[in-house]
């Protein structure tokens, strides 16, 4: 079975870092893209950073773009997303998600998330 | 950046209802839309991929349909398990979701 699984996240100060961990397995890790999807307490869904199988191609949505950095351990089957300059908007539920697209095809969608970890800014 | 609105923002609906969840694109994503459920204090679900492609597992009373700038998502006889919330997301340019709808108990 497919599986992801979140950890790393807490109880921040404005300002502050985090780095989150997310744990793969079921699948053959370095095959796929992987991205982190966030939620804010009673709100959507907002995709915040993906990186394609080989590390090389990696995306960040304009809110977090020069704070965060995504990255990968293929040899360790896991996704890191280090945060940095965290802000009170960044509290959120974090989910790990893997990617799947259609043969042939470069657009990917998620198919696999993990149960999210919790990061809360605040002083 | 590709925007989606959801519509309605909110359904209420009773068991055995269809219910239908549309979903419009600021600009083209061909078919590049995929839908999710999400239960309240759960993990989002794929349920739909490429606009209408069903996922492996999900009932067949869920369908989708839609091209371009405009889809939706049909629920035909609604189910109490069914009561939750549904997001759109495209993924033609980088990925975006729509604000949900929660379809809930009329």
């Known amino acids: 079975e497919m599986q992801v699984l979140e950890s790393g996240g807490g109880l921040v100060q404005p300002g502050g870092s985090l780095r989150l961990s997310c744990a793969a397995s079921g699948f053959t890790f370095s095959n796929f893209a992987m991205s982190w999807v966030r939620q804010a307490p009673g709100k959507g869904l907002e995709w915040v950073s993906n990186?394609?199988?080989?590390?090389?191609?990696?995306d960040y949505a304009d809110s977090v773009k020069g704070r965060f950095s995504i990255s990968r351990d293929n040899s360790r089957n896991t996704l890191y997303l280090q945060m940095n300059s965290l802000r009170v908007d960044d509290t959120a539920v974090y989910y790990c998600t893997k990617g799947r697209n259609g043969e042939g095809d470069s657009y990917y969608y998620m198919d696999v998330w993990g149960k999210g970890t919790t990061v809360t800014v605040s002083s | 950046d590709i925007q989606m609105t959801q519509s309605p923002s909110t359904l209420s609906a009773s068991v055995g209802d269809r219910v239908t969840i549309t979903c419009r694109a600021s600009q083209s994503i061909s078919r590049y839309l995929a839908w999710y459920q999400q239960k309240p204090g759960k993990v989002p679900k794929l349920l739909i991929y490429r606009a209408s492609n069903l996922e492996s597992g999900v009932p067949s009373r869920f369908s989708a349909t839609g091209s371009e700038t405009e889809f939706t998502l049909t629920i035909n006889s609604l189910q109490p398990d069914d009561f939750a919330t549904y997001y759109c997301q495209q993924y033609h340019s980088y990925w975006t979701f729509g604000q949900g709808t929660k379809v809930e108990i009329k």
């Open positions: 990186i394609w199988g080989g590390g090389t191609v990696i």
